[in-house]
């Protein structure tokens, strides 16, 4: 039977051929160099296959530059491309490549045509950009709509000569949903991270320094801001619009205006941060519901809390409110009582005693105005605020049915600070 | 120094016979007892915390009663002994004026050290029936306590010395003890607090306020106890304060020192040029 064995042998040999076709990708991916040439790049792109990498020796190389393979890109030491300001410096279309280690610059100035460091497009799956330094783009990195892109460990600054809103982003986000964007050095350029309409992203361990708002979150629901540093912004964490946010483990330090915004923000978690010395609010709720602040500290600002349009069914308790000019300004005429399961808060210009030690304080806390001002400016007149007379003069006041025209109290103030975790 | 001494014991003896000391140690012992009670009924998590709480109460009921009894006790001590025309007699006797100043005062500060002494061991007693596992830190404000309050008791009759001095009839001198009674006590934290809300912290500055509180002896016996022992400024709510005021422990203490001594010393000058 010649022919069956024939036809056997036949297809054991197509197959094989066919396993080492679909393999010769993996087999051969290899290291291409290029040089400062210009117009190597795009050579060597051309003639590379899915799964190369490209590797960018020292010095100049000019942009702007497409990647739409799935290469891999890795700079020596001091490789830079150059956008020459033309356009985008580089722009990506293909899913999974990886940029690692260059130096952008110089991307086109137009904002209305959204020219970046970085610009990613919306097949550029999977993306990741690594150990960076990107310098005087207009927005740095745009990943816009890719899916789960990871930027880690870049430096990204900004431009500093246009007037803040000619400025681009840092690293902006439009529908990239599954982002993760980590370990970034932000300074510059208008905000730090601005992310839209996406979702379940994760923004963790950067560090922001002279931009306007480290993170602005607009229309992105479900992602995670975990440990941050906002220093020397105007403000830390602008969350608008957004639900379902889980903010832990931020610091906002000397921002100007506010540490925490948040804008009709719904159902978000905001546990350990610290808000320190900013020079306006710590923390700015503005007709956000349902959200939990829990052992959060804001020290040293001119206002603890602003809170105010309406906000409702938010439970903020356990956290430490320690020496800002005015404790509390609340703007609305219900009664709102700031504690859960008999725990409230602290607040350092509380004069109460404890003398049933259990840790919160025998009367409620009720933040005032005058008197918050006042115990801000001299700490030592808590001692004037608890002395017989004036304690006669408070329990009198007391026995005397409230006539408040609503406002925040805490029923169970607690007798010292709450600890957060890493201190 | 003998004459100082025989002066004293006078006034001691006097004192006793008048039975006002004994109605004083009465009402302190009661008042301290009482609070002893009340502050066991709370048990809150440890019942070690009963001294804690009560060195609080103690601390804000001595501020009103240790000045009263003191006042009441030294307010009449020159002017009393000029209408009755003791005061002539004595002088008669080799001392010189400021002797029987310092003998009096002597004797004064001897009877009320008995009453207080006598009210903190009946509290000392109590707690040691209902409280356990007292630390050394809480009997350390204890004592602490115990021995600012013959200061401040020092202090009011050193006062109750000046008043004596200056007026020339009992009557003034009861109402101006009233008066000085209720000026440290009340009227003075009243209008310190009041004037630093009203002006919202312009004018005065942090550390001249400090100055102005604690100039007050009852409000510089306030601080030394209240924020002084960590044990106790928990439960005033006063833990942040004490490390923000600043003031080394003994500057409370030194004030009333100060305080105890420029009284006496004016009226002694006072009554040395006093015509009788």
Known sequence: MHLPRNNIFFIVILILTICIICNERKISAEVLNVKTIPGSFDTILAKAKPGDTLKLESGYHQGPILIDKSVTIIGEPNAIIDGQKKENTITITAPDVVLRGLKIINSGQNLSKQHSGIFVDKNAHRVVIENNFLENNLISIYLWGPKDGLVRNNRVYGLSNLRLNERGNGIQLWRSHGSIVEKNEIRYGRDGIYVTTSKNNIFRNNTFEKTRFAIHYMYTNDSKIIGNISRGNHIGYALMYSNGLSILDNKSINDRDHGIALNYNNESVLEHNIIYNNANKCIFIYNSNKNTFRYNHFEGCAIGVHFTAGSERNNIYENNFIDNINQVKYVGTRHLNWSKNNKGNYWSDNPAFDLDRNGISDTAYRPNDMIDHVMWKYPSSKLLLNAPAVQMLRWAQSTFPAIYPGGVYDSAPLMIPVVLNEE | ?276
Request: with cysteine.
């Open chain 2, 1 to 276: 120094m003998n004459i100082i001494f025989t002066i004293a014991k006078k006034e001691f003896q006097d004192g006793l016979r008048n039975r006002w000391i004994l109605l004083a140690t009465l009402l302190f012992v009661i008042l301290t007892l009482s609070l002893v009670f009340l502050g066991s009924a709370p048990v809150g998590e440890v019942s070690a915390g009963l001294l804690s709480i009560t060195i609080v109460s103690l601390t804000t009921l001595a501020v009103f009663i240790i000045p009263l009894i003191s006042l009441i006790l030294s307010y009449n001590a020159i002017v009393g002994e000029v209408e009755r025309q003791t005061l002539i007699l004595t002088l008669t006797l080799p001392l010189k004026r400021w002797h029987l100043i310092l003998g009096k005062f002597f004797g004064h500060i001897t009877l009320i050290t008995i009453a207080i002494t006598i009210g903190f061991c009946a509290a000392f007693i109590l707690i040691l029936i209902l409280g356990n596992n007292i630390e050394i830190n809480e009997w350390k404000a204890f004592v602490a306590l115990f021995i600012t309050s013959i200061f401040l008791s020092a202090v009011f009759i050193s006062i109750g010395y000046l008043i004596s001095v200056i007026v020339r009839r009992q009557e003034t001198a009861a109402i101006m003890a009233v008066g000085v009674w209720l000026f440290f006590v009340l009227l003075y934290d009243m209008g310190l607090l009041s004037t630093i809300i009203f002006f919202q912290g312009k004018f005065i500055n942090t550390e001249v306020f400090n100055f102005l509180l604690i100039s007050n002896p009852t409000d510089a016996f306030r601080i030394f106890n209240l924020t002084g022992f960590d044990s106790v400024s928990v439960l005033s709510g006063m833990n942040t304060v004490a490390s923000k005021i600043n003031l080394p422990l003994y500057a409370p203490v030194g004030i009333i020192i100060l305080w105890i001594i420029f009284p006496l010393v004016i009226a002694m000058e006072i009554f040395e040029k006093k015509e009788l």
